[in-house]
């Protein structure tokens, strides 16, 4: 059993083989009792008893998934393609394309083996092959594979991630709910997340993880935070018909750490914002209330459950690279937010210098500590203004006049703090007067003082790809 074990679960590098491997495993430790080819005829009675053959996304017209194979005759032909790859039947010698490993090895199509070439079109594969080459080891892992994944909209959704105690958790959740549904008589088919969106649920996934993994958030050797990062891989495909399609979206880890940190450190203020900018098209003309965090139009209320699978602006524009900084700004306008997450944002996603994020607060201190409303007014408007580079620069510039006629004693902007921190090669300018702007904002929230001020102009080409 324990060789059948190692075989069967050890990780290989492909997302599918190695979900299907921690399924195996999962099984193995529930019944260790039972051999590989006892669990795949439990498999089988699920796929084709409870599910009712309905695996055509994953395997096409296979023995289970093909019309002609309905009821006992698709349990009994599956049962007898497995126990031929356990016997070696119809083998050939050669290289597994997944384990690396030499010995027997078989064909994989689309009817055995999850987005493959077609077994009738040789010219899909190698040399005109019939089939990808493919150990008993690896096909059988994949048959595992629909009892560790979720429907994800009108796709398959398979997490992986660069953790196998990330990935090994996911698998143990889902197979924690078929086990529940399939013991109530309730299971019909893979579980189905309450997500169509991959952008939503990939956040999903990184907040369950964050409350559940420890290894994901901290080191278990130390208990200090874990920096080797942790990355998410959401391949989302359907192998049916004639149309098989897949994409990857990827949490990268510089994402994944920020999104930690908000969750760890700032849950409250991070949801204040973040939960803003849902949107859905069918919910129109809605107001967010930030006491309740519900979204309130002329007719109804939604509450986080609900709209939580809205498309949200901030995770796409994190998954896809694109800067949250307008977003951060047009918040702290209205609402405090602890500046600290600004600068992780800043440092980790935007590669900031951090010296540039201490100047900025240090400036922000200059222009609010001590002034009139007034004064402090007209600096927020001459900086909202600011529609070149050379506005902000005199803007500056003037701070530094202003600072060296009060004579304080220490030095407000160096020259090689601006050369170096404020504007610096590379730099955008909007992306310094946006941060200033904030920094003086939360400023302001911390010592409660209200200044009213013109609304921000969002009618910037690149400030519109960050509306809900």
């Known amino acids: 059993m324990l060789t059948e074990l190692i075989n069967f679960t050890k990780p290989t590098g492909d997302p599918f083989a190695d979900v299907g491997g921690l399924v195996i495993e999962y099984l193995q430790e529930k019944k260790p009792e039972k051999s590989i080819m006892e669990l795949i005829e439990e498999a089988t009675d699920i796929y084709v008893k409870k599910w009712n053959n309905n695996l055509h996304s994953f395997f096409l017209n296979s023995s289970i998934t093909h019309n002609s194979n309905k009821g006992q005759k698709g349990i009994d032909k599956t049962i007898a393609f497995y126990q031929g790859l356990l016997d070696g039947e119809n083998a050939e010698y050669g290289f597994c394309r997944i384990t690396g490993q030499q010995g027997e090895v078989f ?55 660069n953790n196998e105690d990330v990935t090994r958790f996911f698998v143990r959740a889902t197979m924690d709910n078929n086990s529940r549904d399939i013991g109530s008589g309730i299971s019909e088919s893979i579980q189905n997340s309450d997500f169509s969106n991959p952008t939503n649920a990939l956040f999903d996934y990184a907040l369950q ?28 495909f359907t192998n049916f018909g004639a149309s098989p399609t897949i994409n990857l979206f990827t949490l990268p880890a510089t994402v994944f750490k920020f999104y930690s940190f908000c969750i760890l450190k ?27 965090k519900t979204w309130t139009n002329n007719k109804e209320t939604v509450e986080y459950k609900d709209y939580r699978i809205w498309r949200n602006s901030i995770f796409e524009n994190l998954l896809n690279d694109k800067s949250i900084l307008y977003a951060f700004l047009r918040h702290s306008k209205k609402y405090q ?34 002034r ?18 050379q506005d902000l620069r005199k803007f500056l510039l003037k701070l530094v006049k202003q600072d060296h006629e009060e004579e304080n004693p220490q030095l407000l902007i160096s020259l090689d703090e601006y050369v170096e921190y404020l504007f610096p090669d590379g730099t955008n300018w909007k992306e310094i007067r946006d941060l200033l702007l904030i920094a003086i904002y939360q400023k302001l929230h911390e010592v409660n003082k209200k200044i009213a001020t013109e609304d921000i102009e969002e009618n910037e080409s690149e400030n519109q790809s960050n509306e809900e």
């Open 337 to 370: 937010l602890n500046f600290n997450i600004v600068e992780t944002y800043q440092v980790n996603i935007r590669n900031m210098n951090k010296k540039a994020l201490t100047k900025i607060k240090e400036l922000a201190n200059f222009i609010v500590t001590n």
């Open 372 to 389: 009139s409303d007034d004064e402090i007014k007209k600096s927020i408007t001459r900086l909202n203004g600011s529609k070149y580079s």
């Open 107 to 161: 064909n994989g199509a689309r009817d055995n083996h999850i987005m493959s070439g077609s077994s009738t079109l040789i010219n899909f594969h190698h040399g005109f092959e019939s089939g990808i080459r493919l150990s008993k080891e690896a096909l059988i892992r994949i048959f595992f594979v629909p009892l560790g994944v979720e429907q994800l909209g009108n796709k398959v959704a398979v997490l992986t991630s």
């Open 209 to 236: 993880c964050i409350n559940n993994v420890r290894t994901a958030t901290l080191d278990e050797d130390t208990g200090m935070s874990n920096t080797a990062g942790i990355t998410l891989n959401l391949f989302h």
């Open 266 to 292: 700032h849950k409250k203020d991070w949801q204040n914002f973040v939960f803003r900018f849902y949107s859905s098209s069918k919910f129109k003309n809605a107001q967010f209330d930030i006491d309740s």
